[in-house]
């Protein structure tokens, strides 16, 4: 067992902490102020590769692994929380299932443009009346002759509005068992922003990672072509969960990256900081708090790394499977960034509280982590269900 | 079209600058970068290769760690790469080092070779124009920017207040300012594609059309009687004056100092 990364994956960290560092960091502050979606910086990004880490070359991605990926993530939203889901929800919810599940047309003409940084994705499941319980889903898809024909709408979805491509999961099938019972079977299409019927609704007014566009999405007659469907007929649901086991790894480094940003903020902060005529990094307190925070942040790396890996051995072999590690990171990175954050802004006292120090938007950004692709109730469900089965 | 971008290896400053007790830098405790004056240099050649076809050979004189920066300008799009590395060839000023480069870059196809103007650590500007001299070829130093027609190279050369445009034939050497250009990043699957490939390694024995006595610490003229950390200046003396009383008082200090 080896903890230490190899010199490619130490230079790759070392590339994307410069980017963060050079072009994310000086915009966080003002986009999570406007709410503004950070389209110069994702259009670096997309120049730089970065928006097709893991996606093989032949498709027009980087060839490289997902650990390399989970850096990008993680090291993004040490300074930048919104930043990092943009390039999670694109690579995780959008280029994953293509590669996944597409046929080799549905790659050429989709994953090649949304991994070699021309066109932007995004992923839609939830629904007004749908979350976790996704039989609430109301949204339906119709076969009329060589189209599909989708109705309902869509919420929360990230890259909402800015985005090109998009996955949605709308219900084919109702179907009845032995006794009667009817349950609702899902297919996922791929559709392309600009299809007539498909229009945005409100964009949402969120607590944290306010500039990563928000959207309702709403689909009135939306007609697209019958080889849209991506993966065979009412398996919807089943690629919706699988694409979700990988962009809970997205987030679990979303998490990660901005827990340890929030102790780098802090660690600068005690230092300069003075009360009672010395740093408050001199008192006890500040410094066995920031070791807690420290010792979480880094056992949450593990974690996060081993279902990044995990999910690199199902790259080469389907058979290994990676939910159990991508649950157990998620949940635990996302309740270690938001105690950690918590603590941040308690070191900082009264700045803490205002926007003016990064970590007050940080502990903001962190919450989300526990909600989103899975909240952390689910993950309890996913973890403890596969040990009691 | 061929060009050699010459690589230094030098230490980061940003983190503040380190000394060993005898006044020599503390090498190992600091980061390593690519010299800014290199780095902008290699990026015009990259400029150049995407403008007008070309390949991008990268050649460092260094301990075998400057691999990790020879594979960053891999990353960045450079496509071979070559370490000359000697116990030999250590502690060499700038005579000894352009003698060394020189004779490397001489095994090498080239039309163009471009250097940095100075490395952050050394800052003699000296290596470049050397290694110019050495292969009996023009140089252009303090490129601001570089254009490339035909079998030609036009160059601003910069000037304190003004710049000359100079157009020379190639081959030629180049010598860039960091000012050049903003280097681009690495790309994630560039890192991968570094690490997969050759660097080609030079020892001493390689160098053939290189003499014993320019090498080294041994073939060095130039030698360090000492090296001190700079001493930190007083506080200083404050005034407060109106304009005319100012320039009067400076004139007055400066006269005292025997400066004017």
Not at chain 1, 219 to 243: S, V, W, Y
Not at chain 1, 249 to 264: P, R, T, V
Not at chain 1, 266 to 286: D, H, L
Not at chain 2, 191 to 206: H, L, S
């Amino acid at each position: 067992m080896d903890f230490t990364l190899d010199k490619k994956h130490e230079m790759a960290r070392q590339l994307f902490r410069e980017f963060a560092l050079n072009e994310v960091k000086p915009m966080a502050q003002e986009i999570d102020e406007t709410e503004v979606f950070p389209r110069e910086n994702v259009e670096k990004m997309m120049k730089y590769g970065f928006m097709g880490i893991p996606i093989p070359k032949e498709y027009g991605g980087q060839g490289c692994d997902v650990l390399t990926y989970i850096m990008c993530v993680e090291e993004l939203s040490k300074v930048c929380g919104t930043t990092g889901v943009i390039v999670s929800a694109h690579t995780s919810l959008c280029c994953d299932p293509i590669l996944t599940y597409g046929t080799e047309e549905q790659k050429q003409k989709f994953l090649v443009p949304l991994a070699s940084g021309k066109k932007l994705g995004a992923f839609a499941l939830t629904e007004p009346g749908a979350g976790t319980d996704a039989q609430g889903a109301q949204c339906k898809a119709t076969e009329d002759g060589d189209s599909w024909v989708l109705n309902g709408s869509k919420c929360f979805i990230t890259n909402g509005k800015e985005a090109d491509i998009y996955i949605i999961f709308a219900v084919t099938d109702i179907v009845e068992d032995a006794k009667g019972r009817k349950s609702k079977k899902f297919s996922a299409f791929i559709v392309e922003k600009g299809t007539p019927g498909f229009t945005f609704g409100t964009k949402e007014k969120k607590m944290g990672i306010r500039a990563s566009s928000t959207y309702e999405l709403i689909f009135q007659d939306c007609r697209i072509p019958k080889e849209n469907i991506l993966g065979p007929r009412g398996k919807g649901f089943g690629i919706a969960m699988h694409t979700l086991d990988g962009g809970r790894i997205g987030i679990a480094a979303q998490a990660l990256g901005i827990g340890e940003g929030s102790i780098d903020a802090t660690i600068e902060f005690v230092k300069e900081r003075k009360q009672f005529g010395r740093p408050i990094a001199a008192f006890q307190n500040t410094a066995f708090q920031l070791a807690d925070m420290k010792a979480r942040m880094d056992a949450a790396k593990y974690l996060v790394y081993k279902a990044a890996c995990t999910k690199d051995q199902y790259m080469v072999d389907h058979k290994t499977s990676y939910s159990i590690e991508a649950a157990e990171a998620k949940l635990f990175a996302a309740e270690a960034a938001m105690a950690v954050t918590t603590k941040a802004v308690q070191l900082h006292g009264g700045y803490g509280y205002t926007r003016e120090y990064d970590v007050e938007r940080m502990m903001r950004d962190a919450k989300i982590t526990e909600i989103y692709e899975g909240t952390s109730e689910v993950q309890r469900l996913v973890i403890s269900g596969a040990m009691l089965k | 079209m061929n060009i050699v971008v010459c690589i230094k290896q030098v230490p980061d400053t940003k983190g503040g600058v380190k000394f060993n007790p005898d006044g020599t830098l503390d090498r190992a405790s600091m980061l390593a970068i690519m010299n800014p004056d290199d780095k902008a240099g290699l990026e015009a050649a990259l400029r150049i290769k995407e403008q007008n076809g070309a390949k991008v050979t990268v050649v460092t004189m260094g301990l075998p760690k400057a691999d990790d920066m020879l594979r960053e300008a891999l990353a960045m799009g450079a496509d071979e790469a070559v370490l000359v590395t000697d116990r030999r060839l250590g502690g060499a000023d700038t005579w000894a080092t352009s003698s060394t480069v020189a004779a490397a870059v001489k095994k090498l196809d080239y039309d163009l070779i471009i250097t940095g103007r100075q490395a952050i650590d050394g800052d003699t500007a000296q290596v470049g124009p050397q290694i110019a001299e050495h292969l009996a070829l023009p140089v252009i130093s303090y490129a601001e920017d570089i254009k490339v027609e035909g079998n030609s190279v036009i160059v601003k050369r910069q000037y304190e207040d003004r710049y000359h445009e100079v157009k020379a034939q190639m081959p030629c050497l180049i010598t860039a300012l960091s000012e050049l250009n903003e280097p681009r990043y690495m790309t994630p699957g560039g890192i991968f594609d570094a690490y997969d490939k050759e660097v080609t390694v030079w020892g001493r024995d390689d160098l053939t059309d290189l003499d014993d006595a320019n090498i080294g610490l041994a073939g060095s003229p130039t030698k360090i009687a000492k090296a001190s950390d700079k001493v930190r200046k007083g506080a200083g003396e404050k005034v407060t004056l109106d304009p005319k009383e100012s320039v009067e008082y400076i004139v007055n200090k400066l006269k005292e100092k025997h400066v004017i």
